[in-house]
Structures are given as structure tokens and as C-alpha cells.
């Protein structure tokens, strides 16, 4: 079982530069979203969608693009990578209301530094 | 006021002994409550959720108190390997609202 996977799992960028993080998951999840994680702040939500078509805004989405062409892939865009975007990134999976099991699924991260 | 809050930590106890750890909540409409645990560069992974009569499995016990919005998490005879970060979550009422973690406080369990 692959679950969720996120390429890459190490990226060093240059400020301006632009950057795909791709997030795929096996497990026919309606539900998926980014979430980017720093030292003193936890987990904060960037963007989510809860299926193939639909995305809608977290918490923290400037700066980041995300689309849901398919009901598997759900890639999280950088378009011009600035410093302050240094971050742990991950992605999450979990089926939506009314199933049993609501569990989300971590990828295992990208970690991301922009110089 | 942060929607999730958690004492940070670190929580440093010996093996065997029994720790607690306390979360609040701000939406008093949310429904759905759990606990994720996260190794040290690991990502997160459900530890257990949190249901209103409370719920215990082996070692671990989560109460719940909706009157309070609070949640707390009970590890009796630590291990070493209970040694991570454990992030309180919470989810609203609504169809799609996402989940919203805690910072995390951490345990440390030491021989």
C-alpha cells in the first residue's frame, strides 16, 4: 500500500525560482490538503480541496497554487519562492463525512529551503 | 485566541511513570476530536480519536469534555519508545472544514 507519497522529499530553491510538490495518494480519499509545519507554529493549513475540481483556501495561501485535476493528485504550486516559505510540507488524505473512518494520511514531507 | 491550544512542553519522565497532557479547543461546534502522534522528523500518524464517553486503548486513555472544550490524553507506564511529539486535532461541523492541530507538546521518557 503506497498511501500518500510527496515528491520531493528535499528541495533547496533560490529566492524567485518556482517549484512543484507533488501529492499523490492510492486510497480513492476524497479530502486532501497541504499543510506546512515550523518550529513554534505546528501544522497550519495552506490549501485543501474535497474532490477532483474543487480547491478552496487554508489558513496561510499566499504565495501557493494548488489544483485538483484528479481525484488521486492534488500537486501544490510555489510561483516565486521567497525565504520566508522555508518550511516542512506536507500532505494529507482522508475520506469525507459520512465514512467511517475519517483518519487523514500524512505524505512524508518535503522539506524546503528557499536562499 | 488560537483555535487549538497545548501546552508545549517538554514533558520529561521516567520510565513507567504515568503523564498527562491537556488541550482546549475554541469552536465550541466541533465535532470530531483526535490524537496524532509525530516522531522527530516523521510525519504525523493518528494515535486515537477522542469520543465523548471517553476511550482507552492499552496504555493510552482520551477524555473528552465538551462543557469545557477541553481534551486530554493519559499515557499510564511510559515506554522510551513513547518519546515523540503528540498533536491534539480538532474538526468542525461542517462537511470539508479541515483539521486544525495543536502546536504539539512533546514527551520525552527517559531509563
Known amino acids: 500500500n503506497a498511501g500518500v507519497t510527496q515528491t520531493p522529499k528535499f528541495q533547496v530553491l533560490k529566492t524567485g525560482q518556482s517549484m512543484t510538490l507533488q501529492c499523490a495518494q492510492d486510497m480513492n480519499h476524497e479530502y486532501m490538503s497541504w499543510y506546512r509545519q515550523d518550529p513554534g507554529m505546528g501544522l497550519r493549513l495552506i490549501h485543501y480541496?474535497?474532490?477532483?475540481?474543487?480547491?478552496d483556501q487554508g489558513e496561510v495561501p499566499n504565495g501557493y497554487n494548488v489544483s485538483r485535476s484528479t481525484t488521486e493528485d492534488f500537486p501544490l504550486r510555489l510561483l516565486s519562492a521567497a525565504p520566508s516559505q522555508t518550511s516542512v510540507y506536507f500532505c494529507?488524505?482522508?475520506?469525507?463525512?459520512?465514512?467511517?473512518?475519517?483518519?487523514?494520511?500524512f505524505g512524508q514531507g518535503t522539506r524546503l529551503t528557499v536562499v | 485566541r488560537k483555535e487549538v491550544e497545548q501546552d508545549p512542553g517538554p514533558f520529561n519522565v521516567p520510565e513507567g511513570a504515568t503523564v498527562a497532557f491537556n488541550c482546549t479547543y475554541s469552536n465550541s461546534a466541533s465535532q470530531s476530536f483526535f490524537w496524532y502522534r509525530q516522531d522527530c522528523r516523521k510525519e504525523p500518524k493518528l494515535l486515537m480519536s477522542?469520543?465523548?464517553s471517553g476511550n482507552e486503548d492499552g496504555r493510552f486513555t482520551a477524555q473528552l469534555n465538551r462543557a469545557s472544550q477541553y481534551i486530554s490524553l493519559l499515557i499510564r507506564d511510559s515506554k522510551l519508545s513513547d518519546s515523540a511529539t503528540y498533536l491534539c486535532v480538532v474538526k468542525g461541523d461542517q462537511a470539508g472544514t479541515a483539521l486544525i492541530f495543536g502546536k504539539g507538546t512533546t514527551l520525552s521518557v527517559s531509563s
Open positions: 477522542v469520543y465523548s
Open positions: 494529507a488524505s482522508r475520506h469525507h463525512e459520512g465514512q467511517l473512518n475519517t483518519e487523514a494520511f
Open positions: 480541496s474535497v474532490g477532483a475540481g474543487i480547491t
